[in-house]
C-alpha cells in the first residue's frame, strides 16, 4: 500500500538554525498538510496546501514557517531560526480528495538544543 | 476550542474484552475521523464518518456519531494485544481540510 514518507526520522538543531523537513506524499495525492505533535499534548494543524498554494494555515504557522513543493513528489516544511518550543514531532499527510481520510507518514522529531 | 476532551484518558483492559472510547466536540462537523497512533509513530486512519451518518463499521470497530450531542464514540470489540495504542477523533469542518485531534485515550490490552 503506498505509504507517506518523511525525512529525516530525527534531526537535531541548535536554537537559531534553520531546518528543512522533507516528505514525499502518496504520488496521486493532491491535498498536502503538516502538524505537529508536542511532547505529551494533542496533534495540532500547521498548514495545509493544494493546487500549489497555501490553502490554510493556524496560527502557529507564522513568517517562522514556509512550505514548498519544489517538484512533484516533495513537500517540504521549513523552520527558520528555530526556538526552543519548536521541538515536536512533525507530521506530513495527503489525501487524494477533499474531506477524505488523511493518510500520514511516521513523522520528523525536531529537538531543539 | 472546536474540540472537547476525549474519554477516558486512559483505558486498561484484559484481551478480548471490549474497549469503547468517546470524544466530544463542540462545532458542527463535516466529517469525524478516528485515527490510531502506535508509540512514535504516525497516525493510521481507522474510520471515517459523515455528519449524516450515524454508525459504521469496519472489521472488530464500531463508530457512532450523535451529532445532537456532539459527540462519538468507538467500540473495539474482541480486544488484541496489538490493539494496544493511542486513539485519537477528529474533527473536519465544512469549508475547510484541516482536522481537529482531540487529546486522545491511551489504550492497553493486558494480555
Known amino acids: 500500500e503506498p505509504e507517506v514518507t518523511q525525512t529525516p526520522s530525527h534531526q537535531v538543531t541548535q536554537m537559531g538554525q534553520e531546518v528543512i523537513l522533507r516528505c514525499v506524499p502518496i504520488?496521486?495525492?493532491?491535498?498536502f498538510y503538516w502538524y505537529r505533535q508536542i511532547l505529551g499534548q494533542k496533534v495540532e494543524f500547521l498548514v495545509s496546501?493544494?493546487?500549489?498554494?497555501?490553502?490554510?494555515k493556524s496560527e502557529i504557522f507564522d513568517d517562522q514557517f514556509s512550505v514548498e513543493r519544489p517538484d512533484g513528489s516533495n513537500f517540504t516544511l521549513k523552520i527558520r531560526s528555530t526556538k526552543l518550543e519548536d521541538s515536536a514531532m512533525y507530521f506530513c499527510?495527503?489525501?487524494?480528495?477533499?474531506?477524505?481520510?488523511?493518510?500520514f507518514g511516521d513523522g520528523t522529531r525536531l529537538s531543539i538544543l | 476550542s472546536q474540540q472537547g476532551e476525549e474519554d477516558p484518558q486512559a483505558l486498561s483492559i484484559q484481551e478480548g474484552e471490549n474497549a469503547t472510547m468517546n470524544c466530544s466536540y463542540k462545532?458542527?462537523?463535516?466529517?469525524l475521523q478516528w485515527y490510531r497512533q502506535n508509540s512514535g509513530r504516525g497516525l493510521v486512519h481507522l474510520i471515517l464518518?459523515?455528519?449524516?451518518?450515524r454508525e459504521k463499521h469496519s472489521g472488530r470497530l464500531r463508530v457512532t456519531l450523535d451529532t445532537s450531542k456532539k459527540s462519538s464514540s468507538l467500540l473495539i470489540t474482541a480486544s488484541r494485544a496489538a490493539d494496544t495504542a493511542s486513539y485519537f477523533c477528529?474533527?473536519?469542518?465544512?469549508?475547510?481540510?484541516?482536522?481537529?485531534f482531540g487529546t486522545g485515550t491511551r489504550l492497553t490490552i493486558i494480555p
Open positions: 499527510a495527503s489525501t487524494e480528495e477533499s474531506n477524505q481520510p488523511q493518510h
Open positions: 504520488s496521486n495525492h493532491l491535498y
Open positions: 496546501f493544494y493546487n500549489n498554494e497555501i490553502s490554510e
Open positions: 462545532t458542527s462537523i463535516n466529517n
Open positions: 464518518i459523515r455528519s449524516n451518518e
Open positions: 477528529a474533527i473536519s469542518n465544512f469549508g475547510n481540510e484541516k482536522l481537529t
